[in-house]
């Protein structure tokens, strides 16, 4: 038992391609959407950080990093189908935990396996760290989402998934780190020239006003 297994699969994540099934101009890997992530992650801490918040960075980088490494066990399922109901959502997220704690007691030497138990367990939780992990997750969706918007994709599965995206990344307004993307990131992104930056706006409208008008 050693960390070669372990190893070996980052490079998996490469091959796991995210919105399976659709066409798209840009594809998007596992790997890549982790680093992006983890980018944006710590982005969004700087803000929180600046603002007087306490960042434990280590456990950000942890989530962030990991968050999605149990795909490499079950593939990149599409977002319709992993949401479609309650219960489904559950089952797929205790299949991936346990195939994820049964490689880490099979294949991590005994000295690391807390630690990486840790890293492979659900990091979106009710901390300052996993709720900026929500915000990342979906902001890097936002984004790839609107890349292909731009590029005249005429697939309406990406509209969905930057309305999706957006609610989410709302729903946790009440970080200064999103405040602050909603105010300063958000409107450089429309303010870019693509063929439906109308269209794009007045969906982006409508979702802060209703927003705005349920508090």
Do not use: C
């Amino acid at each position: 038992m050693g960390m070669h297994q372990y190893l070996q699969s980052l490079s998996n994540l490469e091959t796991i391609q995210r919105a399976p099934g659709f066409f798209k101009y840009q594809n998007h890997s596992v790997a890549a959407h982790s680093f992006k992530v983890a980018e944006i992650a710590q982005f969004l801490g700087d803000v929180e950080e600046n603002a007087g918040h306490q960042v434990d960075w280590r456990s950000l980088y942890e989530k962030a990093l990991n968050h999605d490494y149990n795909e490499r066990f079950i593939g990149d399922i599409k977002t319709p189908v992993k949401y479609a109901t309650a219960t489904l959502r559950e089952m797929l997220a205790d299949v991936e935990h346990k195939l994820s704690q049964n490689f880490v007691q099979n294949e991590i030497p005994a000295e690391f396996q807390a630690a990486y138990s840790r890293r492979l367990s659900e990091g979106k939780d009710a901390t300052l760290e996993g709720q900026i992990l929500s915000v990342a997750d979906k902001v890097d969706l936002l984004y790839e989402s609107f890349g292909e918007i731009q590029k005249g994709n005429p697939e309406p599965v990406f509209t969905d998934i930057y309305r999706e995206s957006l609610k989410t990344i709302v729903s946790f307004k009440q970080l200064v780190s999103v405040q602050y993307f909603l105010q300063a990131v958000l409107p450089e992104m429309l303010a870019e020239s693509f063929t439906n930056q109308d269209k794009l706006q007045a969906l982006t409208t409508e979702i802060l006003t209703a927003t705005t008008q349920s508090n």
